[in-house]
Structure formats: structure tokens, C-alpha cells
């Protein structure tokens, strides 16, 4: 009887040890884990083009329409031609940043600053839209910060639900063919 008490008791602590193992084991998994901050290039375009009722896009169109009068005043065809050009050119860069996956260099301009505070609280080592990735290993952790980056821009509700609605729809970004050929 005292053997099979003396058995368990060691057996017990044969299982205790394992499981401290085994959690030891996972928690050095767990660190060696790579955390990069990702984010949905498209949502936070679109959060930047709408922000306090599309600013950006309203100062860009009307700067643009400045330009175009004094060139016309001004006789400068060269230049009025140039400037023609810019309004379907900026219409195109958003639609291909809010619809497809084109790079947003122009709208992390804005969030410069906030960046590495954001990654730094999440804990991440790298920043970069989900679709710039092209090959991670299984030690890369990707952390989403869409909504953290997002909520920087003053937004109304409604775009708050479309880019609530679009992460939740999980859709794959528009070709790039397709958006430069709508027809097809």
C-alpha cells in the first residue's frame, strides 16, 4: 500500500513537471514570435479622403481650380493642359488607394507621428499594409492596427460603418487592371 502511495506521488510529480515543460515551452513559442503591425491600406485611405467631410479632396479641387483660372487668364495652354490632367490623375490615385491595394504614401504622411507610438503600444517591430506582404513564416505574428490608424482621421458615422462593414466583409482588393479598365 505504501509502494502504490509512493508511485502516485511520483507520478503526480512526473505530470506537474511535464506541464510546466509544456507551458514553458509555449511561452518561449509564444516570444519568439515576430509581431508586425499590419493594416488595411484601403480602409485607411478612404478614412483619410472622407475625414471632416472630405477636406483633402475639397482643398485639392479647389487649389487645382485656382491654378487652372489663373492659368487661363494667363494664356498659358502648356500649363492649363498640365493642370487639366491632375483632376481624373487624383480621382485615379484614390480610387486605386480605396479600392485596390496601391501604396498610400501620401496618407501615412499625415500619420507620420502617430505611427510609432501606435506600433509601440501594440507591440510591433514593423508597420506595413497587409498587402505589401508577399511571404511571412510561421514566426511572424501580424497584429491588425486598421482601426487604430483609421480613428486618428475625424470621421462622420457613415464612413465609420462602411470601413466597420468593409473589414467585417473580409473582400479582396479590385485588380489594378480592373480599375484602370473599367470596361472590361
Not at 505504501?2 to 518561449?28: C, D, H, P, T
Not at 493594416?39 to 485611405?45: G, H, I, L, N, T
Not at 510591433?124 to 497584429?143: F, M, Y
Request: with cysteine.
Amino acid at each position: 500500500m505504501k509502494r502504490n502511495r509512493q508511485l502516485v506521488a511520483m507520478l503526480m510529480i512526473g505530470l506537474m513537471f511535464a506541464a510546466i515543460s509544456e507551458k514553458r515551452v509555449n511561452a518561449a513559442e509564444a516570444q519568439s514570435k515576430i509581431r508586425i503591425g499590419t493594416y488595411d491600406s484601403r480602409f485607411v485611405a478612404l478614412a483619410y479622403y472622407r475625414a471632416d467631410n472630405m477636406k483633402k479632396v475639397r482643398d485639392f479641387m479647389g487649389n487645382l481650380n485656382l491654378e487652372q483660372q489663373k492659368a487661363r487668364e494667363a494664356n498659358d495652354e502648356k500649363k492649363l493642359k498640365a493642370l487639366e490632367a491632375m483632376g481624373p490623375a487624383f480621382q485615379n490615385l484614390m480610387h486605386q488607394q480605396v479600392f485596390g491595394n496601391l501604396s498610400i504614401p501620401n496618407v501615412l504622411e499625415a500619420l507620420k507621428d502617430k505611427l510609432s507610438p501606435v506600433a509601440q503600444k501594440a507591440g510591433v517591430t514593423l508597420v506595413v499594409s497587409k498587402w505589401e506582404i508577399q511571404c511571412a513564416g510561421a514566426e511572424i505574428e501580424p497584429v491588425d492596427l486598421t482601426l487604430q490608424l483609421v480613428n486618428f482621421f475625424n470621421l462622420d458615422d457613415a464612413t465609420r460603418k462602411m470601413i466597420e462593414e468593409g473589414m467585417r466583409q473580409n473582400q479582396k482588393p479590385v485588380s489594378i487592371e480592373q480599375l484602370l479598365n473599367p470596361y472590361d
